[in-house]
């Protein structure tokens, strides 16, 4: 391949990949082992399920090429940042780590493309990102979720595809363990290390993340995000949201249509029927203004009306219950540092164990 060679030290990568076993992470692995251009050096597969799924063997048949380079160890069930500190602290004294979803399908010169992003990283260059395609169906508008699925191919830092140097995650102390969903904590580590003085290189390797299936109450279960919203508010200020081109969501509306129903139910409960009346106005109009916007740019089956219509009543109290939570949790988080955080951070041992009893065996 023009302009690599591939004894080259300083492009010599280790691939962490958390996972909870999905049956998806065989893709993912076989389209590694089948990628054009160097294999990485170490890959290790955090097997982050909680006990007593972690008691069994993580069930995954890992390719023949992959195999000698590959450790399974435990993350404990804390976390995908949890998980992706336990990888990459395990992953050997390499120059790159490479994070992967294990619901990503790396393209067909993965391995070439990343060698040349990672070999036209300059010195201060501490991240290189990917390009993340999100295919969505042709025969018809997407769904709501596959439409916030597609939102992955404009995150600014994703960690469905992100190389990091090993050195610059030393300095920052790696990923916050706080951030106990696969949500902001990218957006935190890399305003972190750009707040270090590092910077974000746009790499031109590919990785293909496909519209997983989800029940049709997956949108209320997302609202949980709104608690890590304002870790970030406290970690980062008010302006991470354009720092981070980051959608700042409804969540105003969200709390005045949930204000309106509690309005609504106080006003009833205390015999003001005019007043009940009028509040109970306000939340229907909103809500059916929230639900339109889910519908109209949809499919519009059955199906998915159906739940847009469920799902924009619960969605309100939902995200404004979640974010009065991160009030509560997160009140005592004082702002980061140049580039650390407050006591809360994990930081990265000085020892870098290499388990070698848990490497998966050809």
Not at 163 to 173: F, H, I, N
Request: net charge neutral; proline share 9%; charged share 25%.
């Amino acid at each position: 391949m023009a302009g690599y060679d591939a004894d080259d030290e300083l492009s010599t990568y280790a691939v962490v990949i958390p996972t909870l076993g999905r049956p998806s992470l065989e893709a993912t692995l076989r389209a590694l082992a089948e990628a054009a251009g160097p294999k990485p050096d170490r890959i290790v597969l955090v097997d982050d399920r909680r006990h007593p799924q972690a008691a069994t063997p993580l069930p995954v048949e890992v390719p023949e090429p992959l195999r000698r380079a590959t450790t399974v160890v435990s993350g404990g069930g804390r976390g995908p940042a949890a998980a992706r500190n336990t990888g990459w602290r395990a992953a050997g004294d390499v120059p790159w780590i490479v994070f992967l979803d294990d619901d990503v399908v790396p393209g067909p010169s993965w391995c070439d493309d990343l060698a040349l992003d990672l070999a036209a990283a300059t010195p201060g260059e501490g991240a290189v990102t990917a390009r993340v395609d999100v295919p969505l169906p042709a025969d018809r508008p997407p769904t709501d979720w596959e439409r916030n699925t597609a939102g992955l191919a404009t995150a600014r830092w994703i960690t469905a595809d992100m190389a990091y140097r090993r050195e610059a995650l030393a300095e920052v102390g790696g990923f916050d363990e706080r951030f106990r969903r696969a949500f902001r904590e990218d957006a935190d580590l890399a305003l972190r290390i750009i707040g270090a003085g590092w910077t974000v290189a746009e790499g031109t390797r590919t990785t293909t993340h496909p519209v997983r299936p989800a029940s049709r109450w997956i949108s209320v279960r997302l609202q949980a995000g709104n608690a890590d919203d304002v870790l970030m508010t406290r970690l980062h200020g008010r302006d991470w949201w354009a720092r981070a081109a980051a959608p700042r969501g409804r969540l105003p509306r969200h709390a005045a249509l949930t204000g309106a129903a509690t309005a609504a139910l106080l006003c009833a409960a205390a015999r003001k029927p005019v007043a009940a009346v009028a509040c109970a106005a306000l939340w229907l109009a909103g809500t059916a203004e929230f639900a339109l916007a889910r519908i109209v740019p949809g499919p519009r089956s059955r199906d998915e009306v159906t739940a847009m219509a469920l799902t924009s009543v619960v969605i309100p109290p939902a995200a404004t219950w979640h974010w009065l939570r991160g009030q509560l949790r997160h009140r005592a988080v004082t702002p980061t540092s140049r580039y650390g955080s407050d006591p809360g951070l994990q930081a990265a041992p000085p020892a870098l164990p290499v388990p070698g009893e848990e490497r998966v065996r050809p």
